[in-house]
C-alpha cells in the first residue's frame, strides 16, 4: 500500500502534535496499527501530520518514523491553536474522508475501517466517533458516546456538557463547510474548539452516530490544554445551536420530554 498515490487515499488521517516528545513515537505506532488493519481491507489511508510550533524532540521523532510513509504529508506550521492547525492539515487532504487524530492518543486497530464502513452506510451526512472513550494517565474511568440514533440524550444538555469527544471521522466536504474555530485562549477567554465544531455542526443537521465496538484510548494529563480551559474558566464561541434551538434535530421534543 505504500506506493498509492494520495489521490486514491479513501482516508486522510490529521494527527496533530505539538510538544508531546516520546508518546508522538507511541501514537504513530497506533497508528500504524490502523494502517495496517486497513490495508488488509484494501482501504489506502494518507496521514497528514502536523508540528504546530512543535520542539525539536518532537519534530524529529515524526520526521524519522518509520510509520511514515512516502506519500504522507507533514506540515510545520506555528499557530499555537489546535483548531488552525487541523484546519491547515483538511486542507492539505486529498481524501474524501478525514480521521481527526491527536498526537499522544490511542485508538482501536479498526478504527479507520469501522468509521468509513459507518459513515458509507448513512443514508445523510452524520459524524462518526468512537463508541467508547477509555481514559487514562491522570484519570482512569471509561464513557461511552452519545449516538443521536439512540434519541436517549436531551440536545438541550449540548449547553452544559459536551456529549461527544475530539476523535471524528466524517467526509471532508463536512470539514471544509464548517471549519474549526480558532480560540485563543488567553486572549480572548474562548476554549474548547471541539466542543463549538460538534454543535455548530449539529446546528447545521449533520447527525452525530458512533461505530459499534470501537474505543478511543484518551490520555489524560494533570497540565493539558483542556485542564488550562477548565481553570481559566473558558466560554464556548458563540454558535448558531445556541442562537436557533429550533433548528436542532428533535432537539426541543426531547428536552421538553425529559423536563
Request: charged share 20%; proline share 4%; with cysteine.
Amino acid at each position: 500500500m505504500t506506493g498509492d498515490s494520495p489521490a486514491n487515499a479513501a482516508i486522510s488521517a490529521i494527527m496533530t502534535f505539538h510538544s508531546e516528545k516520546v508518546l508522538a513515537h507511541f501514537a504513530l505506532l497506533g497508528l500504524e496499527r490502523m494502517r495496517a488493519v486497513s490495508d488488509s481491507h484494501g482501504i489506502v489511508t494518507q496521514l497528514v501530520a502536523v508540528l504546530d510550533s512543535a520542539d525539536d524532540e518532537t519534530v524529529r521523532i515524526v520526521m524519522e518514523h518509520p510509520a511514515i510513509r512516502e506519500n504522507d504529508h507533514i506540515l510545520h506550521v506555528r499557530n499555537a491553536d489546535l483548531a488552525s492547525s487541523r484546519n491547515d492539515g483538511i486542507a492539505q487532504a486529498t481524501a474524501p474522508y478525514i480521521a481527526i487524530l491527536d498526537g499522544d492518543d490511542y485508538y482501536c486497530g479498526h478504527w479507520f475501517v469501522s468509521a468509513l464502513r459507518r459513515a458509507q452506510s448513512a443514508s445523510e451526512d452524520v459524524i462518526v466517533h468512537p463508541e467508547l472513550t477509555i481514559s487514562f494517565g491522570a484519570v482512569h474511568c471509561v464513557a461511552e458516546t452519545f449516538d443521536m440514533e439512540s434519541g436517549d440524550y436531551p440536545l438541550a444538555g449540548c449547553m452544559m456538557d459536551h456529549p461527544w469527544i475530539s476523535c471524528s471521522f466524517a467526509k471532508r466536504d463536512i470539514y471544509l463547510k464548517h471549519p474549526y474555530q480558532p480560540t485563543n485562549l488567553r486572549t480572548t477567554g474562548f476554549g474548547y474548539e471541539d466542543w463549538h465544531w460538534n454543535v455548530e455542526t449539529l446546528a447545521h443537521g449533520v447527525r452525530h452516530v458512533t461505530a459499534a465496538g470501537t474505543a478511543l484510548f484518551y490520555r489524560r494529563k494533570t497540565s493539558s490544554m483542556v485542564v488550562e480551559m477548565v481553570q481559566s474558566g473558558a466560554t464556548v464561541r458563540p454558535s448558531r445551536f445556541f442562537d436557533e434551538p429550533e433548528r436542532w434535530p428533535g432537539g426541543f421534543a426531547c428536552a421538553e420530554e425529559r423536563s
